[in-house]
């Protein structure tokens, strides 16, 4: 999934301010050194991606004590999903206001889709019936567990730029 993408994160100061979206250096979760590193160093996309990999994989996943499905009886239905959606947020609300971290794991669910859209099978959408069984159907995941160190703020939006009129 990865591979598709040239650029996956916002990393200049400019980009951010200008986007207030998506994923940033800041946020990534490196420690101190790896941070000032990739902010000083331009990397090629694939090292990029393989660092990613690596923290996600190797530190985030394997140091958080709980991972957890939200799941629906259709994955496809509007209303289902923005049900669970309103669930992810009540739970990270109450988690956060316990002390407990909270972060979506977007990818294993996005790999079900990404493999219809290419052709590539099910094997994701196998693999994760398996964990939600005949009941019902992912719709998000996440990782919990208490916080090493305080995570930054990502960048919002103001609230006059994604409200409707």
Do not use: C
């Not at 998506?22 to 996309?45: C, K, Q």
């Not at 859209?117 to 196998?126: E, H, L, R, S, V």
């Amino acid at each position: 999934m990865i591979a598709d993408s040239d650029h996956w994160f916002r990393s200049s100061r400019a980009e951010i301010e200008a986007h207030r979206d998506g994923p940033t250096l800041d946020a990534a979760g490196l420690s101190f050194f790896a941070l000032n590193y990739a902010r000083l160093f331009s990397v090629s996309p694939e090292t990029s991606h393989a660092a990613w990999l690596n923290q996600t994989r190797n530190v985030q996943l394997a140091s958080a004590p709980l991972t957890g499905l939200i799941a629906v009886s259709d994955r496809y239905d509007r209303k289902a999903t923005l049900a669970a959606g309103r669930v992810w947020q009540r739970l990270h609300l109450s988690a956060t206001a316990r002390g407990l971290a909270m972060q979506p794991l977007n990818q294993p669910l996005e790999m079900i889709d990404r493999e219809r859209q290419t052709g590539q099978g099910d094997q994701w959408a196998k693999r994760i019936a398996r964990l939600t069984g005949d009941e019902g159907q992912a719709t998000f995941s996440f990782r919990a567990g208490f916080a090493s160190r305080p995570a930054p703020p990502s960048p919002r939006r103001k609230l006059k730029d994604v409200m409707l009129a």
